[in-house]
T-cell receptor
């Protein structure tokens, strides 16, 4: 079974802090994704990566950056956290073009 | 803009009935289709994949695909209260991404 592990289930940070969310997958997948999910808004893609050191902006990249130094690890960075970034953050990985995505358990981030 | 449309619901069905969830998509080039179930406060989990026209059955779940009409559906037979969740439809959208619908909330009442 594919395992996608997010470093924290719950996280509380203060406005202006730099926040790191970590995600690790164990299936040697090329593709990794970061989403946020808010009530009534569905899944929104922040960034994705299709290879080491490669990244592409998703639908809502503003205020975020990402890092993929190793194939198994994809990090989401909030450069200067703001209260409107309080949300559930979901990491996912995917193998080949006809494969499904597999999600981590999510990180519920609160910015105070 | 590639889109996946789902009725947001809630779809309310009695226990033991068949729940029918529908999804339409805009990209005729989509090749792979997935259904995910998401319980409140949890992450989405894959329940069905379908790649060719017709029906695919797995236990109480049946996925149906019609590429000509660009819709995919999920039937849940003998619905149980534990099936109450939001169901997300996803289709391949290029660049190795999946495009997700906003989800249909299903409520199964005893």
């Amino acid at each position: 079974d594919v395992k996608v592990t997010q470093s924290s289930r719950y996280l509380v940070k203060r406005t202006g802090e730099k926040v790191f969310l970590e995600c690790v997958q164990d299936m040697d997948h090329e593709n990794m994704f970061w989403y946020r999910q808010d009530p009534g808004l569905g899944l929104r893609l922040i960034y994705f990566s299709y290879d080491v050191k490669m990244k592409e902006k998703g639908d809502i990249p503003e205020g975020y950056s990402v890092s993929r130094e190793k194939k198994e690890r994809f990090s989401l960075i909030l450069e200067s956290a703001s209260t409107n970034q309080t949300s559930m953050y979901l990491c996912a990985s995917r193998g080949g073009n006809n494969q499904p995505q597999h999600f981590g358990d999510g990180t519920r981030l609160s910015i105070l | 803009q590639k889109e996946v449309e789902q009725n947001s619901g809630p779809l309310s069905v009695p226990e033991g009935a068949i729940a029918s969830l529908n999804c339409t998509y805009s990209d005729r080039g989509s090749q792979s289709f997935f259904w995910y179930r998401q319980y409140s406060g949890k992450s989405p989990e894959l329940i069905m994949s379908i790649y060719s026209n017709g029906d695919k059955e797995d236990g109480r779940f049946t996925a149906q695909l019609n590429k000509a009409s660009q819709y995919v559906s999920l039937l849940i037979r003998d619905s149980q209260p534990s099936d109450s969740a939001t169901y997300l439809c996803a289709v391949t959208g290029g660049y190795n991404k999946l495009i997700f619908g906003a989800g249909t909330r299903l409520a199964v009442h005893p």
